[in-house]
Nanobody, 114 residues
Framework: QVHLVESGGGLVQPGGSLRLSCAAS????????MAWYRRAPGKQRELVAI???????NYADSVEGRFTISRDKVRNMLYLQMNSLKSDDTAVYYC????????WGPGTQVTVSS
């Protein structure tokens, strides 16, 4: 079983930056895609960014150019660098990975507010 744990969330002012991290417990995640999702208050969970085992990435239109997803296969880590944050980015952010993208972390809260 794959365990995923996010960290790095918090309160940040509009225009600020945060870096989220996701620690994965099993090396099997090295051969699987990994992704970040988020759920804003009153909204459905949405895909933010995804990275495949070769490092190819895709982003939601709303974060393209502001967020960067990356992974460290040696350390079994996934990252999300978030720049130029907006109030609309306020959400719980979830790490997703493992075989079939079947595993989820508990989430980390990101609040963008002045």
């Amino acid at each position: 079983q794959v365990h995923l744990v996010e960290s790095g969330g918090g309160l940040v002012q509009p225009g600020g930056s945060l870096r989220l991290s996701c620690a994965a417990s099993e090396s099997t995640t090295r051969d699987d895609p990994m992704a970040w999702y988020r759920r804003a208050p009153g909204k459905q969970r949405e895909l933010v960014a995804i990275i495949n085992p070769r490092g190819v990435t895709n982003y939601a239109d709303s974060v393209e150019g502001r967020f960067t997803i990356s992974r460290d296969k040696v350390r079994n880590m996934l990252y999300l660098q978030m720049n130029s944050l907006k109030s609309d980015d306020t959400a719980v952010y979830y790490c997703n990975g493992g075989p079939g993208l079947a595993y989820w972390g508990p989430g980390t809260q990101v609040t963008v507010s002045s």
